[in-house]
T-cell receptor, first 114, second 114 residues
Framework: DTGVSQDPRHKITKRGQNVTFRCDPI?????LYWYRQTLGQGPEFLTY????????KSRLLSDRFSAERPKGSFSTLEIQRTEQGDSAMYLC????????????FGEGSRLTVL | AQSVSQHNHHVILSEAASLELGCNYS??????LFWYVQYPGQHLQLLLK??????LVKGIKGFEAEFIKSKFSFNLRKPSVQWSDTAEYFC????????????FGTGTQLKVEL
């Protein structure tokens, strides 16, 4: 499978714990995006990278959230001191910077904070 | 900031009925427009896209959408729906007003009954 892959698919954690999600984009894609989706809402933009540079962050991305893409390939999204409001589906997508903006999505990582 | 409105949150149709889902966006400049579909238990997939040229675009599975610039609209249509079209549909837009990312609407949950 050469699509976008995310790990883990499901994570249940207690409030206050840290969690980390990983995303492996389509190999030739140089842009990587993180979105968050809650029930009844569309995906909300969190941040994106072009190669290893983080070019834009949403105001939704509080100080407890950090994303990295150290070698311009896979990316991690870490949430520190999780809160119940962080419960959501975290979606990763990738694209070509030279493309027309179409994003290719992974299946998401569902976070439940108890 | 860019915003996208989808007016129908839940739609229930019988098989063979015609479908039209509304989508309006806020930015008045040059935009790229997308419809994504999310089938139950699956990841977001591109249904169709508009970049330029013919404002009537055709996508997969018999779907089409019409870009009306004067109305800031990109409505999705299908002449005859099937039970397998049951899914959630998201309109999305990118362009200078929204930066190098897609802004999504809140989605329309479509249920097609036999």
């Amino acid at each position: 499978d050469t699509g976008v892959s995310q790990d883990p698919r499901h994570k249940i954690t207690k409030r206050g714990q840290n969690v980390t999600f990983r995303c492996d984009p389509i190999s030739e894609h140089n842009r990587l995006y993180w979105y968050r989706q809650t029930l009844g809402q569309g995906p909300e933009f969190l941040t994106y990278f072009q190669n290893e540079a983080q070019l834009e962050k949403s105001r939704l991305l509080s100080d407890r959230f950090s994303a990295e893409r150290p070698k311009g390939s896979f990316s991690t999204l870490e949430i520190q001191r999780t809160e119940q409001g962080d419960s959501a589906m975290y979606l990763c997508a990738s694209s070509l910077a030279s493309g027309t903006g179409e994003l290719f999505f992974g299946e998401g990582s569902r976070l439940t904070v108890l | 900031a860019q915003s996208v409105s989808q007016h129908n949150h839940h739609v229930i149709l019988s098989e063979a009925a015609s479908l039209e889902l509304g989508c309006n966006y806020s930015y008045g400049g040059t935009v790229n427009l997308f419809w994504y579909v999310q089938y139950p238990g699956q990841h977001l997939q591109l249904l169709l896209k508009y970049f330029s040229g013919d404002p009537l675009v055709k996508g997969i599975k018999g779907f089409e959408a019409e870009f009306i610039k004067s109305k800031f609209s990109f409505n999705l249509r299908k002449p005859s729906v099937q039970w397998s079209d049951t899914a959630e549909y998201f309109c999305a837009v990118n362009g200078p007003g929204g930066g190098n990312k897609l802004t999504f609407g809140t989605g329309t949950q479509l249920k097609v009954e036999l």
